[in-house]
T-cell receptor, first 113, second 114 residues
Framework: DQQVKQNSPSLSVQEGRISILNCDYT??????FLWYKKYPAEGPTFLISISSIKDKNEDGRFTVFLNKSAKHLSLHIVPSQPGDSAVYFC????????????FGSGTKLNVKP | DTEVTQTPKHLVMGMTNKKSLKCEQHMGHRAMYWYKQKAKKPPELMFV???????INESVPSRFSPECPNSSLLNLHLHALQPEDSALYLC?????????????FGPGTRLTVT
């Protein structure tokens, strides 16, 4: 039973435009959400996080939005750059099981020059 | 030092071999993790050590044996593996419960079982 879902396996965007990556979850007990970026043959790199008490968190070109009522979060990258091309995983966790992350299946982003 | 290191980068082993994967962090993190990742899949949690004690074992077969000698080191001992155990093995660390959730991953060990 997958509690975190990324329904788009891939996304292609032109350089300079906005990339929007989506993630849905089913467990209302999740209270912390994270995005990781992964290049081939490397470990995932932490990108940005958001706690359930917020609905938006911004860090440079990256913004994460959380809609708790819809159990949906999204990652916006503006402007997109070719170096952003990677697989993006969203992950969720909760105080009920602090150390366990539930990962989505990933979205492969391709930013075209 | 803000990174998690893993050795070796690549490992090829036969089904009768015994080998170990090593992970090290010097960020003062008190939780360390082993994950397994197959191609085009998300990382799957295997083990969690919190304050050097095993706190989560995700029903991993006994041919995988974790060890946490101290707060900076995490090992994964491998014995009698199967070809389907071939995967990228990732180590991660986090500051610890009640401090912050973010986990920081190492580059992984690419394991091939022949």
């Amino acid at each position: 039973d997958q509690q975190v879902k990324q329904n788009s396996p891939s996304l292609s965007v032109q350089e300079g435009r906005i990339s929007i990556l989506n993630c849905d979850y089913t467990n209302s007990m999740f209270d912390y959400f994270l995005w990781y970026k992964k290049y081939p043959a490397e470990g995932p790199t932490f990108l940005i996080s958001i706690s359930s008490i917020k609905d938006k968190n911004e860090d440079g070109r990256f913004t994460v939005f959380l809609n708790k009522s819809a159990k949906h979060l999204s990652l916006h990258i503006v402007p997109s750059q070719p170096g952003d091309s990677a697989v993006y995983f969203c992950a969720a966790s909760g105080i009920f099981n602090f150390n366990k992350f539930y990962f989505g299946s990933g979205t492969k982003l391709n930013v075209k020059p | 030092d803000t990174e998690v290191t893993q050795t070796p980068k690549h490992l090829v082993m036969g089904m009768t071999n015994k080998k170990s994967l090593k992970c090290e962090q010097h960020m003062g993190h008190r939780a360390m993790y082993w994950y397994k990742q197959k191609a085009k899949k998300p990382p799957e949690l295997m083990f969690v050590y919190s304050y050097e004690k095993l706190s989560i074992n995700e029903s991993v077969p006994s041919r995988f044996s974790p060890e946490c000698p101290n707060s900076s080191l995490l090992n994964l001992h491998l014995h009698a593996l199967q070809p389907e155990d071939s995967a990228l093995y990732l180590c991660a660390s986090s500051p610890g419960q009640g401090i912050s959730y973010e986990q920081y991953f190492g580059p992984g060990t690419r394991l091939t079982v022949t």
